[in-house]
């Protein structure tokens, strides 16, 4: 008898946050190193040159009329932080003074931001990312069209952007948010124990199988050990290694939940069916290999503790994530453990993709009423370094230093940790400073990846599924039902597990699926 | 205690047999469902003061591994807050339970009533509402017309009635003899009277079990604040113990994403010790309502 | 008076659950944030199709239903079991105390529970196949065998109501009158008797009351026990999927459509509505007394 919806909303967070973590949209971690330029300070004045050109005052007779005062409503969620009241005064004093209206910030959950869109509540500025299906709620009308027009009376910092960084926000070839300003590589590297490896004399690692051969030596000896201890929402490691290594991509949705991909190096860009790939037989193949070989727990589809969490406590051997995620790791590790001589080895060959800068922005609300203001002030926190930073990293001193390096530094216990105040809508890789204490070869991967890196005319191409919901919807289910537990090796006959698969695959729909998918990425293709 | 065995102690001698067999059996089989529930519950509490790396390394046990008090420096770092949302909570608990169950003993009372000729009907009325409802969306859009938006009211309201609960006590009020009601209204009472003087003190065990119930269902929700409060001052204890849990993944999260050095928390031993903060008061406090699960203070002692 | 009586909750009622009830309509719309509810178009039963025609609805049915049965059956019997214990033992401080505990699984979160269900069971390390090896016994795969898992999961409902669910029961007999009870000694019954033809037969309203509250939900399951004890482990879905669980797993990385969720939700109303009806019906014939109305 009592609500029970409650719970699901942690999960639905925590995995949106896995998918999130998948896409590896990581807000800065590019070309930031650059900029050890002298460091603002929160009190610094408002005459840096973005301020002045993105800030009309009121004074100004060609700028836009700021003479009636507003208060902006602006919804963001988080948890938010014990310092944001503080930093929020401060943005208003600013915005007071810039564009003469004041920004009412609220924090909500994630449930709480779902609500706050479809009850159809009057608000102006809201979070909005393609992992929060941003584009899906754009379709069904819960954002305020932003046209070139009001971008460029209003927002002209913005209107002035690179085409390629604004693309994310077009929906159907309309702009319903603006994206943010930092984008990271679709890079997986394996990070692993150098004490092992030079226990087990594996000298190197280049390829999945010298991976395999790494992790076999753990198996064999380490018996405390389950050597890539997998937890329950793990598979997608796997899933991105195969992706990564065969040039695969699956446009529009996260890819390992898409059983539909094309080639990257296929220059007509034709869908083809995942599992129908010889390569995918022969992948599966070798992770049963694996999996039979105890790389995994016989449970990992039900462990309940993460890779990393394992990682970090000596249960497990490797990991494979993102560039930034083996900052964070490293970072944890080698304080307790320098003995493991943790290192990161890039783990697919070929061509690099970048996400969409969609995985953040910022979009207006569809019953707003002050669209113009909430534009001004997005120009600001995104173009002017002082509101960037104040809101980004709080107040010099108290909630950020900068080293002698350049590289920013954060005291232990911060009341307004960075990127906890639910500010990641605006991050501005200009603006974003790298954290102190990387691993040795951060820098190299960085290169790497930037060198590999092959723009993918379908970043920002989303399916539109309002006629095929149900297909997308079951494909969904399957994926969790059937190929999860085949990228993880669970099957005792791979090539019937992938039949049955295929054949609920085609039950479901799968036919017509690619059709309208193919179709949408055609036309989307020549609109570009 | 005068009342609970009074009419059998004179017999027990005569049927010693049966009693001990009973005994036996009965504390065998309450004592081994009693362990089953109480061991996870100690592991929770071992788990709680264990460093939070202790518990991925040795698993959970019944002994701390390695003692640690981590987990509560974390809830309780900010004492002020935990005050605060304490102070919620129990006015929340306190007025929540009182006023409803109050009014479901009143809607329960109608609806016992045989001589209420539309009983069955509004019984109906209100089981319906747990068969079908129109889902979250609309109920929060009456809440947020209603200009319930951090207000105390959208955490109080939202439990008031419980169908549940209206029928239970109308169940147990069936057990109370008609005939009880029936001599007062001789006298000249009303029904409010009879049933705030005569049904009232003679459904103590019934009272106490609802109003447990809808205590219970006050004191464990975060959903409703969730939903509707954002003033710090209005945040009940659970929602605070779920907004700093939530923070913590969230940073984890975070320091994936960009991997931006956290400091380390103890996710997994908070959830524990946010157990054993929330369960604690309520242990503390169920003996007293079990003062009145005793046998024969209901409408027998009254009739005897 | 009686009316009057009767008003706070029919006012409640209407307010909080009535008005918005309207919102069913929602499953038979796309829904659009701009339209709202209201104003959204019409699809039609199209918002039912992802459920009918995902090949899965009679298994899911078919699952929920019998999870359902078992927790409303065994619940009953233990609940009811222990209440009986509880009011017919001595020893007060001892009985207070073993009651305390019972209610504390109460408290222990699914999420923790999800945790020690997992360090029980894993194969590698979990605790039982530790025990077993120490015994020179061979190591049991149970997140191998799906067929175990109804049975682990009926065993954590019961658990962790046991102690809430028996308050109800134990409160019910306290309400019986003594004096049966006393007549029925001087006539010479044991205690066993006494449970069998005054305890059991004046339960029988509470227990059928309980069994009929509980039927209307027959079609749906407790998402967050599920999912946190079965997790997205698609080896076992074939005995723990229930219907809450696909439609959560279908759902999560959709947009936010409000369509499909109200769907699935109005056919489990519907088909718990038709049992509750029918049973009713029954039961009324029978014994007017037990009806819920």
Redesign the interface.
């Known amino acids: 008898?009592?609500?029970?919806?409650?719970?699901?909303?942690?999960?639905?967070?925590?995995?949106?946050?896995a998918?999130?973590?998948f896409a590896?949209?990581?807000?800065?971690?590019s070309g930031s190193e650059a900029s050890s330029s002298s460091s603002p300070s929160p009190e610094a004045s408002a005459t840096s040159s973005a301020s002045a050109s993105a800030s009309p005052s009121a004074s100004t007779p060609s700028g836009p009329d700021i003479s009636k005062k507003v208060e902006l409503s602006m919804y963001l969620p988080?948890?938010?932080?014990?310092d944001a009241k503080l930093i929020h005064d401060e943005l208003n004093k600013m915005t007071e003074r810039d564009i003469n209206a004041t920004v009412k910030i609220?924090?909500?959950?994630n449930?709480?931001y779902?609500?706050m869109?479809?009850?159809?509540?009057k608000f102006d500025l809201i979070f909005a990312a393609n992992y929060m299906?941003y584009?899906?709620?754009a379709?069904?009308?819960?954002f305020k069209e932003i046209t070139p027009e009001m971008l460029s009376a209003y927002a002209p910092e913005t209107a002035m952007e690179d085409k390629d960084k604004l693309a994310g926000g077009y929906v159907g070839g309309k702009m319903f948010a603006i994206p943010t300003l930092a984008a990271s590589f679709n890079y997986s590297a394996y990070v692993v124990r150098g004490d092992l490896m030079k226990k087990y004399n594996v000298p190197d690692i280049k390829t999945i199988d010298d991976f395999g051969v790494y992790l076999d030596a753990v198996a064999k000896n380490e018996k405390s050990m389950?050597p890539y201890n997998m937890g329950?929402?793990d598979a997608w490691t796997l899933c991105a290694l195969y992706f990564g290594n065969n040039n695969l991509m699956a446009p529009g949705t996260?890819n390992c939940?898409s059983p539909i991909a094309l080639k990257k190096d296929d220059p007509s860009l034709q869908l083809v069916n995942t599992f129908d790939l010889p390569e995918t037989t022969a992948f599966i193949k070798k992770m049963k290999q694996w999996k039979d070989a105890g790389y995994w727990?016989?449970?990992a589809?039900?462990?309940?503790?993460t890779l990393?969490?394992?990682f970090?406590?000596?249960?497990n051997a490797a990991l494979i994530?993102?560039?930034?995620?083996?900052?964070?790791i490293y970072?944890?590790v080698n304080k307790s453990h320098p003995e493991w001589d943790l290192r990161v080895y890039p783990a697919f060959q070929g061509p690099i993709d970048r996400y969409s800068y969609m995985a953040g922005g910022m979009a207006i609300g569809?019953?707003s009423e002050n669209a113009e203001r909430a534009l001004m002030l997005l120009d600001l926190l995104r173009y002017n370094e002082e509101y960037n930073m104040l809101t980004q990293y709080g107040f010099k001193g108290t909630h950020y230093t900068i080293n002698e390096k350049g590289d920013i530094v954060?005291p232990?216990?911060s009341k307004y940790?960075?990127?906890?105040a639910g500010t990641w809508g605006w991050t501005n890789e200009t603006y974003t400073r790298v954290?102190?204490?990387?691993f040795p070869n951060y820098a190299e991967l960085l290169a790497d990846a930037k060198a590999r890196y092959e723009p993918n005319p379908l970043v920002d191409f989303s399916i539109n599924?309002?006629e095929i919901?149900?297909i997308?919807?079951?494909l969904?289910?399957l994926f969790?039902?059937?190929a999860?537990?085949l990228y993880m090796g669970?099957t005792n006959d791979v090539d019937a597990g992938i039949q049955e698969y295929k054949d609920?695959l085609n039950?479901?729909g799968l036919a017509k699926y690619k059709e309208v998918a193919q179709k949408q990425i055609d036309e989307y293709l020549k609109s570009k | 205690m005068r009342y609970s065995r009074s009419g059998t102690v004179a017999v027990n001698t005569i049927k010693k047999t049966d009693k001990l067999a009973f005994n036996v059996i009965g504390y065998v089989v309450l004592g081994a469902i009693s362990l089953l529930c109480l061991v996870p519950f100690l592991i929770t509490l071992s788990g709680s003061v264990t460093k939070d790396?202790a518990l991925?390394?040795y698993g959970y046990r019944l002994i701390p591994k390695m003692f640690s008090l981590e987990a509560y420096e974390l809830i309780f770092r900010?004492p002020e807050v935990i005050v605060g949302a304490y102070t919620v909570t129990i006015l929340l608990v306190v007025s929540g339970t009182v006023l409803g169950l109050f009014l479901t003993a009143m809607t329960a009372y109608v609806l016992h009533r045989r001589d209420f000729k539309y009983r069955n009907k509004f019984s109906f009325f209100f089981f319906f509402t747990?068969l079908f409802s129109g889902g979250?969306?609309p109920w929060?859009?009456v809440m947020?017309n209603l200009g319930l938006k951090n207000s105390f009211l959208a955490l109080l309201l939202?439990h008031l009635f419980?169908?549940?609960?209206i029928i239970i006590m109308r169940t147990f009020f069936t057990g109370i003899p008609e005939s009880l009601g029936e001599s007062a209204k001789i006298d000249g009472a009303g029904d409010l009277t009879i049933f705030v003087r005569l049904y009232l003190p003679i459904s103590l065990p019934a009272l106490s079990t609802i109003g447990l119930f809808i205590a219970l269902?006050y004191w464990n929700d975060?959903?409703q604040a969730?939903?509707f409060i954002?003033k710090p001052s209005l945040i009940p204890l659970q929602y605070h113990l779920y907004?700093i849990f939530?923070?913590m993944?969230?940073?984890q999260?975070?320091?994936?994403?960009?991997?931006?050095?956290?400091?380390?928390m103890p996710t997994?031993t908070f959830k524990l010790a946010m157990t054993v903060v929330v369960t604690g008061p309520i242990i503390l406090v169920y003996p007293f309502v079990q003062k009145y699960f005793v046998k024969g203070m209901t409408v027998g002692a009254v009739k005897g | 008076m009686l009316f009057l009586m009767l008003t706070p909750a029919v006012v409640y009622f209407i307010i909080f659950h009535y008005v918005p009830m309207g919102g069913v309509i929602v499953a038979f719309k796309?829904?659009?944030?701009?339209?709202?509810i209201l104003h959204s178009p019409w699809v039609g039963f199209?918002n039912f199709?992802?459920f009918f025609?995902?090949?899965?609805a009679w298994l899911l049915t078919k699952n929920t239903i019998l999870y359902n049965l078992a927790f409303i059956l065994v619940g009953m019997v233990f609940q009811v079991g222990v209440a009986i214990l509880f009011s017919e033992l001595g020893g007060k401080r001892i009985k207070k105390f073993l009651q305390s505990t019972m209610l504390l699984p109460y408290f222990i979160?699914?999420?923790v529970v999800?945790?020690f269900v997992?360090g029980i069971?894993?194969?590698?390390f979990g605790s039982l196949n530790t025990l077993l090896r120490t015994l020179g016994m061979d190591p049991v795969?149970?997140?191998?065998n799906p067929s175990v898992w109804f049975f682990i999961i009926v065993g954590f409902y019961l658990w962790k109501l046991i102690g809430y669910g028996s308050i109800v029961y134990l409160a019910a007999i306290m309400g019986i009158n003594p004096e049966l009870y006393e007549s029925a000694e001087l006539d010479g019954a044991n205690i066993f008797q006494r449970i069998r033809y005054i305890t059991l037969p004046l339960l029988k309203v509470t227990i059928v009351i309980m069994i009929l509250?509980q039927v209307g939900g027959i079609l749906r399951g407790?998402?967050?026990m599920f999912?946190?004890l079965?997790?997205?482990?698609?080896?076992?879905?074939n005995t723990t999927d229930v219907i809450d669980t696909?439609v959560?797993?279908?759902?999560?990385?959709?947009?936010?459509?409000?369509g499909?969720p109200a769907a699935a939700g109005l056919y489990q109303s519907a088909v718990g509505f038709v049992i509750i009806i029918s049973l009713n019906y029954i039961i009324k014939k029978v014994n007017p007394d037990y009806a819920l109305f």
């Open positions: 008898m009592k609500r029970k919806r409650s719970k699901p909303g942690i999960l639905l967070f925590a995995m949106l946050a998918v999130l973590i590896g949209c990581a807000k800065n971690n988080s948890d938010g932080a014990p609220t924090f909500l959950s449930d709480a779902n609500l869109l479809s009850s159809g509540e299906n584009q899906d709620n379709r069904r009308g819960a389950i329950k929402n996260p939940t727990s016989k449970n589809l039900s462990n309940t503790v990393n969490d394992s970090k406590n000596g249960k994530t993102s560039i930034p995620g083996a900052n964070n970072n944890e569809a019953k954060f232990a216990d940790p960075p990127n906890a954290f102190d204490g990387s599924a309002k919901s149900e997308t919807t079951n969904s289910n969790t039902q059937y999860g537990p669970f609920k039950q479901a | 790396s991925f390394e900010t747990t979250l969306v929060y859009l947020i939202p419980a169908v549940f609960h269902t975060w959903y969730m939903l954002t907004k939530n923070s993944e969230a940073a999260i975070v320091a994936q994403k960009t991997g931006m050095p956290v400091a380390q997994e | 796309y829904f659009e944030f701009d339209k709202g199209k199709s992802f025609e995902s090949g899965q979160s699914w999420v999800g945790s997992y069971f894993n194969y590698e795969d149970i997140y191998g509250l407790n998402l967050d999912y946190q079965v997790g997205n482990n698609g080896l076992l879905f696909f959560f797993r279908a759902l999560y990385q959709q947009g936010l459509d409000l499909m």
